[in-house]
């Protein structure tokens, strides 16, 4: 069992893109997270600095810890619990509380001290700067999200303190902001997001992520970081140079296509069209795709909906998985397109701009 610790503010969405790294994801305090196992099995401190590691690819997870206790979100509860639990290690320790969002009173310093005195009195010895193992305790109180596609996303109240080992934690190696990346267009996606969707449409080492609309090339951009194949094409060829000149930029390899004397990813980047894809069917592993918002395609023989009903339905031919991201919910047109919707979000960005995320599953 593992504690996994969620970044940003939308919990739902974070164990969604958590379940691609970990089995038995739930939610169960804002924050914070259950796991039956991480990375396709047990952890330990020694694999932390594992990139192979899928928990260090996540976005929007911090770590995942191996579990010793959960109790209610108090002091003295969190450190009987840790004094009555079967401890089977050696070595140094520190101890780590924090108070999730500040969502209760607990005080972390007085934390840590309670329970590094428990610790102490256990018979371990504690190394504040270079420890063996760093026991976290996460505090964490409110109402959970309400979402339908993620257990444990009920809506309920919640007032925990969950503690483990930390056993790996997130790499969170985003390429650079879009502003500070050789090429740049207004509207690009923040990394974080670009990586969290990647991971959805099965980024990973061994397999090829495909978008069919990269635009400025976040999306190939955080998938190459992974370890991912890429194929990526776009309608306007400024937009294919300047994905290429990211991904060169920024990927291992450094080169279009296939190299025998390179460890990193390969990519490829080409003008195209998203209706009609040069690919075979069943090419990739799955697909990921940002639609336009709200404007028409530069391809000129296409209205919005024409493409985004094109380019759904090549998706599923080519890939049994897809993430798409627009500005409005195309769940009807993806049905359409021959995919069943398996999760849907909806994200705020800013006042004017609302992300509607879905995540497809060929029917």
């Excluded at 939610?27 to 990375?39: D, K, M, R, T």
């Excluded at 002091?75 to 639990?85: C, E, F």
């Excluded at 060829?237 to 450094?254: A, I, S």
Aim: hydrophobic letters at 45%.
């Amino acid at each position: 069992m593992y504690w996994l610790e969620l970044a940003g503010e939308e919990d739902a969405f974070a164990a969604r893109e958590a379940a691609v790294a970990a089995t038995g994801v739930e939610l169960i305090a804002p924050g914070v997270a259950g796991a039956g196992s991480v990375g396709g099995g047990s952890v330990d401190a020694e694999s932390a600095g594992d990139r192979g590691n899928p928990v260090r690819r996540l976005a929007y997870t911090r770590a995942a810890h191996e579990a010793i206790a959960r109790t209610d979100a108090e002091i003295d509860i969190a450190a009987a619990a840790l004094d009555a639990a079967p401890l089977d290690l050696s070595g140094t320790v520190a101890v780590r509380a924090r108070n999730v969002r500040n969502t209760t009173d607990v005080s972390t310093s007085a934390a840590e001290r309670e329970l590094g005195g428990v610790l102490v009195d256990r018979g371990f010895d504690v190394d504040l700067d270079d420890p063996d193992h760093v026991l976290r305790a996460l505090f964490a109180a409110g109402e959970r999200d309400d979402h339908d596609a993620v257990p444990g996303a009920d809506g309920g109240d919640a007032a925990v303190c969950a503690l483990g080992w930390v056993a790996v934690e997130a790499a969170r190696d985003f390429a650079p902001k879009p502003t500070d990346r050789p090429f740049f267009q207004p509207g690009s996606m923040a990394p974080a997001d670009a990586r969290a969707y990647a991971n959805l449409a099965g980024a990973a080492p061994g397999r090829t992520l495909l978008d069919p609309m990269c635009g400025t090339g976040g999306l190939p951009l955080e998938a190459g970081l992974v370890g991912s194949d890429v194929v990526a094409c776009d309608a306007q060829r400024k937009m294919v140079r300047g994905t290429r000149e990211n991904l060169r930029e920024y990927v291992d390899g450094g080169t279009e296509t296939s190299r025998a004397d390179s460890d990193g990813p390969n990519w490829h980047v080409a003008r195209g069209d998203a209706t009609a894809l040069p690919l075979g069917d069943d090419a990739v592993d799955g697909v990921a795709f940002d639609a336009p918002y709200g404007r028409q395609s530069k391809i000129a023989t296409h209205e919005l909906g024409d493409l985004v009903g094109g380019a759904l339905a090549e998706a599923a031919r080519v890939a049994p998985r897809a993430v798409m991201v627009a500005d409005r919910d195309w769940r009807g047109a993806a049905r359409e397109a021959g995919w069943t919707v398996d999760a849907a979000f909806e994200r705020r960005v800013h006042r004017s701009l609302t992300r509607h995320v879905l995540v497809l599953d060929r029917a």
